[in-house]
C-alpha cells in the first residue's frame, strides 16, 4: 500500500484495528508497465525530491529508476489536468496500457494485525531559516544530499562535479560538518546524527574520484567514524586519497566577490583566526523526526524522548512504549544503514515472537497441474514477441521480428502480444503451450530479472517445466537504447531472438532442489546476544541448544552497571537469565565449546565437548554465532607498576564497592583510545567514550568537588548520548583533546600520578597530578574466533572480529547460509545493538527454521561423471563451499579415481566451477556449456 | 561501408546485466553492435567461451561482472 498512512491505531497487542488513508495515485497500478511515455509527454516540469531539487522531474513521475513498484503516479498538485479539469491530459492520450485515471480518489482502508512496525524514517535537516551558512542565498552552498546527486551518473550532472551557480568545474570543496546536529541554538538538535562524519568522508573520495586534482577539506568538532571498518576508511580518505581534515567549528560562509566564490573564516586549533576561499562549501546536513512522524507517534500513542525520537528500552530496543507497537531505522534515533537493516530484521523477531501462534494461518499455497515429462520430444519451440504497447514495437518492427523467429529451426509457433505480462496473454499462453504442444517458450520482451518469474509460473500453469523458458530482452537492451535506429534494433531483436530460441532448445526439465531443515537452532555463546536470540527463537516456538564456554551466563554484561540511557544491566541480565533458564525450549550447555562440525544449511551437526571432556553432537539447521569480545589488557601508561592506573571495567568494581582509594581521590583523569585506533587495532571501540563520560558524571555528581579530566580523541558519544557530554561538560568535567602522535605520559609521582598531555587550548604542555588514572580500553575479539570460524567455514576480519556476508545489505548473516551473527563477536557495541542484532540474528535464523523444508532454485552445479577426472581445481575456486572431492566406487577391487559432489544446499549456481573446469567434467544447469555455446553461435550466425 | 566490429558482452545477471537494463529504463543510447548473454557470475565464463566467440567472428569479447 503506497501513498498511504496511517490514522488511527486502535485495539491492542494481537488485535490491532488500523486505518489508513490511501490517497489516488491517478494510475492504475495494475495496468502500469512503467514504460514512462506518459513523463516523456507531461509538460509540467517541478523540483525532483528525490535530486535534492538539483534536477526536475515532470508531475507524472517515478521517484527513482529502482522505485518499488516501479509504477507511475501523479503529483496532484503539479499535475495541469488535475488542476484544471479539460486541460492537458497528454499522458492518458499516450498510455497504451490505459493506465491513466484522472478520477482515482482517496480511499479508505481498515486493516485487522496483530503487530505494527513504524518504520517512517528521518529528514534532513533544512539549513535555510538558519542563515549563517548561506544556504539557499549563495547557490554554490549545497547540502550534502544534492552533493550525493552531482556525484550520481544518474543526477543532474551525470557524475560530473560543476558549480550550480555557473558550471565551473569544482577545484576546492569544503564540508561543514554538524549541520543541524549537536547544536541547540540553531536548529534545538542537541544530538549527534551519527552518520554524517562518516557519509561526508565518503563524498569527499567519491569527490575526488570524480575530479582528480579537486581539493577537500572536512571541517569537524569530532569525527564520529565508530562503525566497523570506518576507521580504516578515515585514514585511507587521509593518507592515500589526500582528504584534509580541519578540527574547528567555522563561523559562517560568506561570498568572495560576486564569481560565486565562498569564504570561510573560523579559528583553528591554535587560536589563529583564519580565512580559506572555495569553490563550492558541502553542508553536511543532520538527521530529525519529520513532522508527519511526529503526528504518527502521537496516532500511535507512542513515547518519544527528548530528541523527538521514539522512546524504546536498551534491552528491547525496537519496543515503543505501547505492547504490540515496534520501531525499527531513524524513528527511533540517528543510524546508519546497518544497524537500520539490523532494526529491521530485529522488529521481525520482535513481532515473530508476539505473533508465533498464529504463524502460516493465512498462507494459501498455489496448485499446479501435473508436468508433461517432454524428454523423449523433438524441440517445439513457440515465440511470443511483445510489443510492450509501444516501447518495443515503437521502435522494432515487431511483425518483421515475428516472420524471421518462424524461419528459425524447430519453431513451430510465433505470436505477438500488446503485453505479453498482462493476465489476458498469460491465459493465452498457456492456452497455446496445451494447443500446440509446445516444449520450449521464447519470451521475446523485457528484462529476465523482473519478469522470468511471471513467465516461469505460466509454464507450469500449462504443465510444462518452468525452465523450459528463455527471455530475449528486446526492450530493455535493445528498443530503449536504440531508439534513434529502428533498423539496427530489428535486427538485434532478432539476433536475440535467434539467441535464445538457440539456448532453450538446449534446455532441460529442471526439478526444484528440496532440502529438509531441521527444526533447532545453536546458539554459541551465552552472553546477553546469545541469550536474546536463544530466547526469542525458543519463543517463537523453536528448540534452542546454547553452548556457553564459561560456568554463568551474561556475558561481557556481568561487568556492567547501566547502560548509556540509564537501565540497570545487573537486574535486566538476571531477568533474561531467568526467562532463559525457565523455558523448557533451551538446553543450556554450560562449560562447553564447539569441537568439530559437519552438515550445511539445515542440516547441520555440531559437536560440542564439555568439561570433563565427554561430547554431545546437536543437529541443527542454522546457527548464531554469538562468542562475544575481550576487554584489552593494557601495557602502555604503566599500567602493571602503578596501582592508581586502572582499566575501565575495574574502576566500575572499585566505584561500586566505594573502595577507600576511589571515595578519598580527588583527582581522576580518563585517557580514552587505549587499544583502540592505533597501528594494529585501527578500530574504534565505541563504547568507551561514552562510558568515561557517564562514570565522569557519577564521580561529578558523588562530589562536586572532584576534579575529572578526560583526555581524548575525538568524544564519539553518538547518536542521543550527546546529552550524557553535554551533561558531563556541565557539570565541570574537564575535556582535553589529545593526538595519536601526542599520547599522554603516565608516570608515578611519589603519591600522586603524573599525568602529561599538550593542551590545544592552552598551547603547552600541561601537567596533570591525579589520584587515579582510568584506562578506556579496547574491546578485542575472542581469541579463538578464527578457529571457530574455520569450523563453521565463517571468515573472521583483518582485526578478527566476525565478517557478516554484506556490510549493509546482510549485517547478520554469514556468507556460509544458515549461519548468523550477533554482540561482540561482530565488532564492539553498546548492549542496545547487541540486543538489536540478536534478535535480528533470531528473525533471520526463524525464517529457515520456520519451514520443514526450502525450496531452492535448480541453477545449480552438476557434476558430468563421464569427464570429470577428480583434478579438484573446482574444489577450490567454489566460493561456497559447496564441492567437494570423494572416492570413486572401487572396480574390480581397484581404487577408481576421484571425483567431485556437488551440495546442492550450498551451491548458488554462479558457475565459478563450470569457468574453471578444463575438462568440462562440471557444469551449470540452465547454463550449460552447451546451452551458452549456442548461444554464442547464434549471436554470430549473421 | 565502415567497419561495424560485433562485440559479445557476458553480463553477470547480478551487477553488469542489471546495469544493462538501467541504462535502458534511464533511455542511455549506445552502439548498437554488442550481444549480450546473461550469465550467473562472471566467474562462469569458460575460456572457451572466448575462444568460440572470437573464432566465429567476433571482434571483441567483454566479460563484464
Known amino acids: ?942 | 561501408m565502415s567497419f561495424e566490429p560485433k562485440i559479445v558482452a557476458f553480463c553477470c545477471n547480478w551487477c553488469s546485466y542489471a546495469a544493462a537494463d538501467l541504462a535502458g529504463t534511464a533511455r542511455m543510447q549506445y552502439p548498437h553492435n554488442v550481444r549480450i548473454i546473461r550469465v550467473m557470475c562472471s566467474g562462469m565464463v569458460h575460456p572457451e567461451f572466448i575462444m568460440d566467440a572470437l573464432s566465429q567472428g567476433a571482434d571483441g569479447v567483454m566479460v563484464l561482472g
Open chain 1, 1 to 942: 500500500m503506497t501513498l498511504s498512512e496511517v490514522t488511527k491505531i486502535d485495539g491492542k497487542a494481537g488485535n490491532f484495528t488500523v486505518n489508513v488513508k490511501e490517497s489516488p495515485r491517478y494510475v492504475d497500478m495494475e495496468k502500469c508497465i512503467a514504460c514512462g511515455a506518459c513523463t516523456e509527454k507531461c509538460p509540467k516540469k517541478v523540483d525532483s525530491e528525490y535530486d535534492a531539487a538539483t534536477g526536475k522531474r515532470k508531475a507524472i513521475y517515478v521517484k527513482y529508476a529502482q522505485a518499488v513498484p516501479l509504477k507511475y503516479q501523479i503529483d496532484p498538485d503539479a499535475c495541469i489536468r488535475l488542476q484544471k479539469p479539460g486541460a492537458c491530459g497528454f499522458c492518458e492520450k499516450v498510455c497504451d496500457a490505459g493506465a491513466i485515471n484522472f478520477n482515482d480518489t482517496e480511499k479508505m482502508h481498515q486493516l485487522n494485525v496483530g503487530a505494527v512496525i513504524l518504520a517512517p524514517g528521518f529528514e534532513a535537516y533544512d539549513p535555510t531559516d538558519a542563515g549563517v551558512w548561506g544556504y539557499g542565498v549563495y547557490p554554490n552552498v549545497i547540502t550534502s544530499l544534492q552533493l550525493e546527486r552531482y556525484l550520481s551518473a544518474s543526477g543532474p550532472t551525470e557524475g560530473h562535479l560543476i558549480r550550480p551557480s555557473d558550471g565551473k568545474p569544482v577545484n576546492k570543496v569544503a564540508f561543514l560538518q554538524c549541520v543541524g546536529s549537536r547544536d541547540e541554538n540553531l536548529c534545538n538538535n542537541g544530538y549527534c546524527s551519527s552518520v554524517c562524519c562518516m557519509y561526508a568522508i565518503k563524498e569527499a573520495v567519491i569527490a575526488k574520484d570524480h575530479a582528480p586534482g579537486l581539493q577537500t577539506s572536512i571541517f569537524y568538532m569530532d569525527m564520529r567514524t565508530h562503525g566497523k571498518e570506518f576507521d580504516l576508511y578515515m585514514q585511507r580518505a587521509k593518507e592515500d586519497s589526500g582528504v584534509r581534515f580541519v578540527r574547528c567549528r567555522v563561523n559562517g560562509v560568506e561570498p568572495d566577490g560576486s564569481g560565486g566564490d565562498l569564504r570561510l573564516s573560523y579559528v583553528n586549533e591554535e587560536g589563529r583566526q583564519l580565512e580559506e576561499f572555495y569553490d563550492m562549501v558541502v553542508l553536511s546536513v543532520g538527521l530529525q523526526t519529520p513532522k508527519h512522524v511526529l503526528e504518527l507517534a502521537h496516532t500511535a500513542d507512542i513515547k518519544l524522548t527528548a530528541d523527538n525520537f521514539a522512546a524504546t528500552s536498551d534491552f528491547a530496543p525496537v519496543q515503543t512504549s505501547r505492547e504490540g507497537i515496534f520501531t525499527c531505522g531513524a524513528i527511533a534515533g540517528p543510524k546508519d544503514i546497518p544497524q537500520s537493516v539490523v532494526e529491521g530484521s530485529a522488529a521481525a523477531a520482535a513481532v515473530a515472537d508476539l505473533l508465533s501462534p498464529a504463524r502460516f494461518e493465512l498462507t494459501t499455497e498455489p496448485t499446479f497441474p501435473k508436468e508433461r515429462d517432454v524428454s523423449g520430444e523433438e524441440p517445439r519451440i513457440g515465440i511470443f514477441v511483445c510489443h510492450c504497447g509501444s516501447n518495443i514495437a515503437g521502435i522494432v518492427d515487431v511483425k518483421a521480428v515475428d516472420e524471421y523467429a518462424a524461419t528459425l529451426p524447430d519453431v513451430v509457433y510465433v505470436e505477438r502480444n500488446l503485453f505479453s505480462c498482462s493476465q489476458d496473454t498469460q491465459e493465452m499462453i498457456v492456452k497455446r503451450i496445451q494447443e500446440q504442444k509446445l516444449n520450449r517458450i521464447v519470451i521475446a520482451a523485457c528484462t529476465p530479472r523482473t519478469h522470468e518469474p511471471l513467465f516461469r509460473e505460466t509454464l507450469k500453469a500449462a504443465g510444462l517445466n518452468e525452465y523450459l523458458m528463455e527471455m530475449a530482452n528486446i526492450r530493455n537492451h535493445n528498443s530503449w537504447v536504440h531508439t534513434d535506429n529502428p533498423k539496427a534494433a530489428t535486427a538485434k531483436a532478432k539476433d536475440l531472438v535467434r539467441m535464445a530460441a538457440a539456448k532453450v532448445t538446449y534446455g532441460d526439465s529442471l526439478k526444484p532442489i528440496s532440502v529438509p531443515i531441521t527444526q533447532k537452532a545453536l546458539v554459541i555463546g551465552g552472553g546477553v546476544a546469545g541469550m536474546t536470540a536463544g530466547l526469542n527463537l525458543a519463543e517463537q516456538g523453536f528448540e534452542v541448544h546454547l553452548v556457553e564456554q564459561t560456568d554463568i551466563l551474561g556475558g561481557n554484561a556481568l561487568n556492567l552497571k547501566h547502560t548509556w540511557a540509564g537501565e540497570h544491566v545487573p537486574t535486566q541480565v538476571a531477568k533474561l537469565v531467568d526467562k532463559l533458564v525457565c523455558n523448557d525450549k533451551i538446553i543450556i550447555h554450560k562449560e562447553s565449546t564447539v569441537t568439530g562440525v559437519e552438515g550445511f544449511v539445515g542440516n547441520f551437526r555440531s559437536t560440542i565437548t564439555g568439561k570433563d571432556g565427554l561430547t554431545k553432537v546437536i543437529e541443527h539447521g542454522a546457527g548464531i554465532v554469538a562468542t562475544g569480545g575481550d576487554a584489552y589488557t593494557p601495557t602502555e601508561y604503566n599500567y602493571n607498576s602503578i596501582t592508581g592506573v586502572v582499566t575501565s571495567v575495574q574502576f566500575d568494581k572499585l566505584f561500586e564497592l566505594k573502595e577507600a582509594h576511589v571515595r578519598r581521590a580527588r583527582r581522576f583523569v580518563f585517557i580514552q583510545c587505549v587499544g583502540s585506533r592505533e597501528e594494529g587495532s585501527m578500530y574504534c571501540s565505541k563504547v568507551c567514550c561514552t562510558h568515561s563520560v557517564q562514570s565522569a558524571i557519577a564521580l561529578k555528581k558523588e562530589n562536586p568537588e572532584r576534579n575529572v579530566y578526560i583526555l581524548y580523541r575525538d568524544m564519539r558519544t553518538y547518536a542521543q548520548r550527546e546529552a550524557l557530554y553535554k551533561q558531563a561538560r556541565k557539570l565541570g568535567v574537564i575535556f582535553i583533546n589529545y593526538e595519536l602522535h601526542g599520547k599522554p605520559k603516565v608516570t608515578e609521582n611519589g603519591l600522586v600520578i603524573d599525568v602529561e598531555v599538550w593542551d590545544h587550548v592552552l598551547h603547552r604542555p600541561l601537567k596533570i597530578e591525579a589520584d587515579m588514572v582510568i584506562l578506556a580500553v579496547a574491546i578485542r575479539p575472542k581469541a579463538d574466533a578464527a578457529e571457530l570460524g574455520k569450523l563453521y567455514k565463517v571468515p573472521v576480519d583483518g582485526q578478527g572480529f566476525f565478517q557478516e556476508a554484506h556490510a549493509k545489505l546482510r549485517p547478520v548473516d554469514f556468507s556460509t547460509d544458515g549461519m548468523f551473527v550477533a554482540g561482540l563477536a561482530h565488532y564492539p557495541k553498546p548492549i542496545e545493538e547487541s540486543v538489536a542484532q540478536a534478535l535480528a540474528a533470531a528473525a533471520r535464523a526463524a525464517t529457515l527454521l520456520s519451514k520443514s523444508h526450502v525450496y531452492l532454485d535448480a541453477v545449480k552445479a552438476a557434476v558430468d561423471e563421464r569427464y570429470c577426472d577428480g583434478c579438484a581445481l573446482c574444489v577450490d575456486v567454489c566460493p561456497y563451499h559447496a564441492i567437494t572431492l570423494v572416492d570413486k566406487p572401487a572396480k574390480d577391487g581397484q581404487a577408481a579415481g576421484k571425483v567431485i559432489v556437488v551440495n546442492k544446499a550450498q551451491c548458488k549456481g554462479c558457475g565459478l566451477c563450470q569457468g574453471t573446469c578444463p575438462k568440462r567434467g562440471v557444469y551449470v544447469s540452465g547454463f550449460t556449456m552447451k546451452q551458452i555455446s549456442a548461444q554464442i553461435q547464434a549471436a554470430l550466425a549473421v
